[in-house]
């Protein structure tokens, strides 16, 4: 696709495939007193009353300041993007392609960049930095062992354990066939929604733990417009739940009121 070839040439340095393969897999209001009294001090006992409760509740509530936004969200990144336009376009299923050929090669090309974006800001991403897999206040994800077992990583080896999970997904002739003739499987859909909602994990942890990076070394432009397409493919396909997107809502409402998705 023109947008994957045009994406690609903004980077150069390779992706972490090699080491993913060599990978095993794996939430009363302080009142004013007033005085009432029939005598002619009533009116100044109340303005008393109510200075000194004001007063009390001013020095026993701290002030909380508000939260900042996010860069993402801010100007004027929240509008920066390499594609003019809407994506909606480019996602829908061309005329005599096959629905699981076409939602197997975007698949390949989604995982393909985010790999490639991934190595490129990985170097930010230490145990240091991001010691648990967040993405916003209140998300915070868990990877499932083989036994079901939810256990806590750091960012980086969460989304290394993504990356190789679906690199060995991709490579599976069972669930993507590449021999003419050989039917994807009856499990596919669900295969690729789980996909999806764990690439979208990775995007949200770098819009809220490495936009900084990306914007330094300018690729603000690509990385809004690749996760402009991700979602619009996403949505035309029914990949993801709302609930899933619920870390970059307020982004993907914002690209939905400018027209990208």
């Known amino acids: 696709m023109s947008f994957f070839n045009n994406f690609g040439r903004g980077f150069g340095r390779s992706s972490r ?4 393969q060599q990978q095993q897999q794996q939430s009363t209001p302080t009142q004013a007193s007033f005085i009432r009294t029939s005598s002619s001090h009533s009116s100044v006992q109340s303005t008393i009353s109510n200075s000194s409760s004001h007063l009390k509740a001013s020095s026993n509530n701290q002030y909380v300041p508000p939260v900042p ?5 801010s100007q004027p990144f929240v509008r920066t993007a390499l594609v003019k336009g ?8 061309p005329k005599y392609v096959d629905m699981g050929e076409w939602l197997a090669l975007n698949t ?3 995982f393909t960049y985010l790999n490639s974006i991934y190595g490129i800001i990985s170097e930010f991403c230490t145990v240091q930095s991001c010691p648990t897999m967040s993405a916003g206040p209140g998300f915070d994800y868990t990877w499932l062992d083989g036994s079901k077992k939810q256990i806590r990583f750091p960012a980086s080896r969460y989304i290394d354990l993504v ?6 997904k991709l490579n599976d002739q069972s669930i993507f066939p590449t021999k003419a003739g050989v039917p994807f499987p009856p499990s ?16 949200a942890h770098i819009y809220y733990n490495h936009f900084d990076a990306i914007v330094h070394m300018n690729l603000e432009a690509h990385w809004n417009s690749f996760f ?24 993907i409402e914002s690209f939905e009121a400018q027209g990208k998705v």
């Open 108 to 110: 390949f090309e989604f």
């Open 17 to 20: 495939k090699n080491k993913q």
């Open 188 to 203: 596919f859909p669900v295969i690729l929604q789980n996909i999806f909602k764990q690439l979208f994990r990775i995007f």
């Open 69 to 73: 936004k996010p860069m993402f969200l």
């Open 228 to 251: 402009a397409h991700f979602i619009s493919f996403s949505k035309e396909f029914e990949l993801l739940d709302r609930r899933d997107t619920e870390p970059l809502r307020e982004l």
């Open 163 to 168: 990356l190789t999970w679906t690199n060995n």
């Open 86 to 93: 809407s994506f909606k376009t480019i996602v829908v299923l």
